[in-house]
């Protein structure tokens, strides 16, 4: 059989179907260029299915911007809950018809002589152009540690975590403080449940100062447009942990310190498990005061602003500490404390082996400017600070594709001009 029989060919292959992806579609679609958006499983299946009962945007929805697609309810400063986010992507979904096959997983992607080759379970796939929109949190991380630990104590990943009745009655330990770890401890907290925590490196920022969410104070400054080619960490900004605050309840701090107080148990990083027992660095005192100086020195970027600007804003107290750490435990006992389950917040990895390109660093990491890679004709798209703070977000996502989209239109134009040339040239060889 001809091989071109066997093959499929499209102009460009996108390759996941979250709003990464779609975004580049509604684009690609827009400025007419033919192209298939390849999702292993279904339309935005981390949305529907690895998110919490109580999950709820920790930025306002007025931040939520998709390609055509703005938010579209009557709470703009609120916070979507899960299942409203699912419904407004879902909406999205309706406004367009993307070329989207849902069920198609991508097992390698090769170079193919100008363009690529795509090996999936729906058979090969020749590509002009590819983009990687398959997200930057794909593969759940669970220490091998975990191994240790009796197994008649549950473990979960944040990813699998719905509510505190999921887990058998007892004690929890979530390790991780990040954005899901500070959350997930909170909401089992709130269900009545006795919560160790253990600590990590996670910055925290403060819902509201001066009178504003913080989030609208640091859109006013710019600090949404900053680029990471200007960032003072430049691409060390990709590395750094997100800060934890929650949109619950209309929108709060998460302040742990308080919720100490109120019978949280805080601990330091997590060192290491030996069979029931866990141990933890003396680290609590440390992850509280440096998650809090962030906080402080993100109020004191808000206060030169205003100063600078004149603005008329409320002045507001700092804040101050309401419990500090004595003596922070660095052992526990899992059977002797009543710790029947563990949820493990401490994120994910990625996992690029299936992409067969000369277009990751040192560190197996996607090396790019702006999503545009060495490779002529291979795109990222859809990873944190691919070129914003927003890029892996709601917020900014759509500007990212659009450039994508402009890069492609571009390459597709010479393309189709190279074509053209050779069908002239043929017609006056004949």
Same mark, same amino acid.
């Given at each position: 059989?001809?091989?071109?029989?066997?093959?499929?060919?499209?102009?460009?292959?996108?390759?996941?179907?979250?709003?990464?992806?779609?975004?580049?579609?509604?684009?690609?679609?827009?400025?007419?260029?033919?192209?298939?958006?390849?999702?292993?499983?279904?339309?935005?299946?981390?949305?529907?299915?690895?998110?919490?009962?109580?999950?709820?945007?920790?930025? #306002?929805?007025?931040?939520?911007?998709?390609?055509?697609?703005?938010?579209?309810?009557?709470?703009?400063?609120?916070?979507?809950?899960?299942?409203?986010?699912?419904?407004?992507?879902?909406?999205?979904?309706?406004?367009?018809?993307?070329?989207?096959?849902?069920?198609?997983?991508?097992?390698?992607?090769?170079?193919?002589?100008?363009?690529?080759?795509?090996?999936?379970?729906?058979?090969?796939?020749?590509?002009?152009?590819?983009?990687?929109?398959?997200?930057?949190?794909?593969?759940?991380?669970? #220490?091998?540690?975990?191994?240790?630990?009796?197994?008649?104590?549950?473990?979960?990943?944040?990813?699998?975590?719905?509510?505190?009745?999921?887990?058998?009655?007892?004690?929890?330990?979530?390790?991780?403080?990040?954005?899901?770890?500070?959350?997930?401890?909170?909401?089992?907290?709130?269900?009545?449940?006795?919560?160790?925590?253990?600590?990590?490196?996670?910055?925290?920022?403060?819902?509201?100062?001066?009178?504003?969410?913080?989030?609208?104070?640091?859109?006013?400054?710019?600090?949404y447009d900053l680029s990471v080619d200007v960032h003072p960490l430049r691409e060390g900004v990709r590395d750094k942990t997100n800060h934890y605050v929650t949109g619950r309840d209309g929108g709060r701090d998460i302040d742990l310190r308080q919720r100490a107080l109120e019978g949280m148990e805080l601990h330091g990083h997590f060192v290491d498990a030996r069979g029931d027992r866990v141990i933890f660095a003396d680290t609590v005192a440390s992850c509280l005061d440096e998650a809090d100086a962030v906080s402080e020195s993100i109020k004191s970027s808000i206060d030169g602003f205003i100063a600078k600007n004149g603005i008329e804003a409320p002045e507001e107290a700092r804040y101050v500490p309401v419990w500090t750490p004595t003596a922070p435990r660095c052992e526990i006992d899992l059977r002797a404390e009543g710790i029947t389950s563990i949820v493990w917040c401490i994120g994910f990895r990625t996992d690029w082996s299936w992409v067969d390109l000369p277009v990751f660093n040192g560190r197996g990491q996607p090396q790019h400017h702006r999503g545009v890679t060495s490779v002529d004709g291979a795109y990222f798209l859809g990873l944190p600070w691919l070129h914003t703070w927003g890029s892996g977000r709601f917020s900014g996502v759509a500007r990212d594709a659009e450039h994508i989209a402009r890069q492609i239109l571009a390459r597709h134009g010479e393309e189709a001009a190279a074509s053209d040339r050779l069908v002239n040239d043929a017609a006056i060889g004949s």
């Open positions: 059989m001809n091989v071109s029989t066997r093959v499929q060919h499209v102009p460009v292959a996108v390759v996941g179907g979250g709003q990464a992806g779609l975004s580049v579609s509604w684009h690609l679609d827009k400025a007419g260029i033919d192209h298939v958006v390849l999702e292993k499983n279904r339309a935005f299946h981390t949305w529907k299915t690895e998110r919490w009962d109580n999950f709820c945007l920790v930025t #306002p929805n007025w931040q939520c911007q998709l390609p055509g697609h703005g938010y579209d309810g009557d709470d703009p400063k609120g916070f979507m809950v899960r299942d409203e986010i699912i419904a407004w992507l879902d909406r999205w979904l309706e406004k367009f018809a993307p070329p989207l096959k849902e069920g198609v997983s991508v097992a390698r992607v090769s170079q193919l002589g100008e363009g690529f080759l795509l090996d999936t379970s729906d058979g090969l796939i020749r590509a002009d152009q590819v983009v990687f929109a398959a997200g930057g949190y794909q593969i759940p991380v669970i #220490p091998r540690a975990a191994e240790r630990i009796p197994e008649d104590v549950v473990q979960i990943h944040s990813s699998i975590y719905r509510n505190a009745d999921q887990l058998p009655e007892g004690k929890v330990l979530v390790v991780g403080s990040g954005q899901s770890g500070a959350q997930i401890a909170e909401d089992l907290h709130l269900a009545g449940r006795k919560v160790h925590l253990g600590l990590g490196d996670a910055p925290r920022v403060a819902r509201r100062y001066r009178g504003k969410d913080v989030v609208e104070w640091l859109y006013d400054m710019g600090y």
